[in-house]
């Protein structure tokens, strides 16, 4: 269980961190963080995510009905909640635009998994989803058989997702999507990157399954 004042702080600086390093803009983007095994709290929606405080947070149930809070769920509650049912181990959610990976994205292409460590330690395969319209039903539809296995997606002509037991790791895996995304859109503007070996790649398995991340 996860106190709802805590979180509800958590969730403020998260969004004004992701505002500030530019992975969100305006109203772009939402956070969420689960309460229990059947609430959690998510971000209002069309308010600026740098400006929110924690008492305009949402309190939903899992299966999307309002349980407190004075203004409306974010617009992509639907994908929260895809997210929280499918993964039970998925702690909070974290949606934004990062500019570089949503170029991925547009481009229709997803992120290399074998460049760097970070992404293999961190992310894993990060997949795109074919695009389908922001704040419906039928994004969350395309999303849901992605979602086990996988603690990042890239969503085609949208932006990325990410979650994570806990909000300081969705956070996390969000800064280094955008961050590796940049590395390799400067690696193909220098030449052609060189993936890590199959060697090396089965190293960094093994470390990303017998260590939690630094
Ligand atoms: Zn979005």
Do not use: F, K, Y
């Given at each position: 269980m996860t106190d709802r004042t805590g979180a509800a702080h958590a969730i403020v600086r998260c969004c004004r961190r992701l505002w500030e390093a530019g992975l969100i803009a305006g109203a772009d983007g939402n956070v969420s963080v689960r309460l229990g095994p059947d609430r959690l709290l998510v971000t209002p929606r069309g308010r600026l995510k740098a400006d929110l405080?924690?008492?305009?947070m949402v309190e939903v149930s899992?299966?999307?009905?309002?349980?407190?809070?004075?203004h409306r769920a974010s617009t992509e509650l639907d994908l929260h909640l895809r997210i929280y049912r499918r993964s039970p181990e998925a702690g909070a959610v974290v949606h934004a635009h990062p500019p570089t990976a949503t170029g991925f994205a547009l481009a229709g292409q997803s992120l290399?998994?074998?460049?760097l460590p970070e992404t293999v330690l961190l992310l894993g395969q990060v997949p795109l989803v074919r695009y389908a319209t922001p704040s419906t039903p039928a994004l969350g539809d395309l999303v849901e058989p992605m979602i086990?296995?996988?603690v990042a997606l890239l969503l085609a002509n949208h932006g990325a997702v990410t979650w994570a037991p806990d909000l300081a790791l969705a956070q996390i895996r969000m800064e280094s999507l955008e961050h590796a995304a940049r590395i390799v859109l400067a690696a193909r503007a220098v030449g052609t990157p060189v993936p890590l070996t199959p060697e090396q790649l089965a190293s960094l398995e093994h470390r990303r399954g017998s260590s939690t991340h630094g």
């Open positions: 405080t924690p008492e305009e899992l299966d999307g009905a309002h349980l407190s809070g004075s290399p998994p074998d460049l086990a296995g996988h």
